[in-house]
């Protein structure tokens, strides 16, 4: 019996050190910083750099994995918000370390706009501070940063509800591009 007690109350201390590694990041990028570089690969196969989207406000958005409920609600009001976003002269690009097939798969169930890039590695999402890595799994925290046009973090957003996420965001862009 008490072998069983203390079995639990490991189980239960792992599960809560889970929890709280998952929703805390290690480290969170300041704003003002340069964003760290990417090259990786789109839904399409296509290599994307952080440099092609300089010029152009970026809205990098970290989510956990294709096709779960809230990451499917967080890509699909970006889809449904992408006009007013376009119009702030913001471009969205997803990131999780689901596979490139995983992507064109979510892409294309969900009409997504904007591209997804496979992170299959966690080494993007590590340097944005959103890697969530159990050694035997790895998933990217629901994390978004707002990249000014010259490349440098604006905002950070380490606490994402998918719903009503991305009209924060538009909200924060209208801010933003005031300036």
């Known amino acids: 019996m ?3 007690v203390i079995m639990i109350g490991i189980l239960c201390w792992i599960v809560l050190w889970c929890i709280r590694q998952y929703q805390q990041p290690a480290f969170s990028l300041q704003i003002g910083t340069q964003a760290p570089e990417f090259k990786l690969p789109d839904a399409q196969g296509a290599i994307r750099n ?11 958005y970290f989510y956990p994995k294709d096709d779960t409920p809230g990451c499917t609600r967080e890509a699909c009001h970006f889809r449904d918000d992408t006009q007013q ?7 969205v690009v997803g990131v999780s370390v689901d596979t490139v097939a995983s992507h064109a798969d979510f892409v294309k169930k969900h009409r997504l706009p904007f591209p997804l890039l496979a992170d299959t590695t966690g080494k993007v999402a590590a340097a944005y501070g ?12 629901r994390m978004t940063f707002i990249i000014d ?13 998918p719903d009503g996420h991305s009209q924060m965001i538009v909200e924060e862009l209208k801010k933003l591009s005031a300036f």
């Open 130 to 141: 959103a890697l969530f890595d159990l050694v035997v799994f790895k998933a990217a925290r």
């Open 85 to 91: 976003l376009t119009a702030l002269g913001a471009q």
């Open 2 to 4: 008490l072998v069983k």
């Open 149 to 161: 046009p010259q490349g440098k973090v604006a905002q950070v957003y380490s606490q994402v509800d």
């Open 50 to 60: 952080l440099s092609d989207w300089q010029g152009q406000w970026l809205v990098l």
